[in-house]
């Protein structure tokens, strides 16, 4: 899938305006779901998505390696923030309400569900509790 196909479904299904808030809120979305779970995780989902989606998850993790001179440090596991945590660091970046970043996630969610492979969107609901699994499309968030 090519990032503007990425961004112009993400847009369609949160009934977006333009495609800058689009941009907005996968970049937005993309970089708290970083911070979120495991590093490895996060460097999955980028090989699998377009550059320009990829690059917000890179940022996240590349800022848990240190400074250059030091060894890199890998997370095992992501920062602990449910819901409430999650829509409300998405809002900040996005510059939008909770429940805006809320409906926005849940449709890049739906768009990733299509976007990368079936194992992988197994894994994140594996590492995401259950509160923010809800963002999940239908089937996946029953599982």
Not at 39 to 65: I, K, N, W
Not at 109 to 134: N, Q, T
């Amino acid at each position: 899938m090519h990032y503007g196909e990425l961004t112009g479904q993400v847009q369609a299904r949160a009934q977006l305006p333009d495609r800058q808030s689009a941009e907005r809120s996968v970049r937005a979305t993309l970089e708290t779901l970083a911070e979120r779970v495991p590093d490895g995780f996060a460097d999955h989902m980028a090989a699998q998505l377009p550059h320009e989606a990829a690059e917000c998850l890179y940022r996240v993790t590349a800022s848990h390696a240190g400074s250059p001179g030091e060894r890199a440090r890998w997370r095992e596991s992501g920062e602990s923030f449910n819901l409430t945590g999650f829509a409300g660091r998405v809002a900040w970046r996005a510059g939008t309400t909770e429940e805006e970043a809320i409906r926005e996630s849940a449709a890049l969610f739906e768009v990733l569900d299509s976007a990368v492979s079936p194992e992988l969107m197994d894994k994140l609901y594996g590492v995401l509790p259950k509160d923010i699994r809800m963002l999940l499309p239908e089937g996946r968030a029953e599982q």
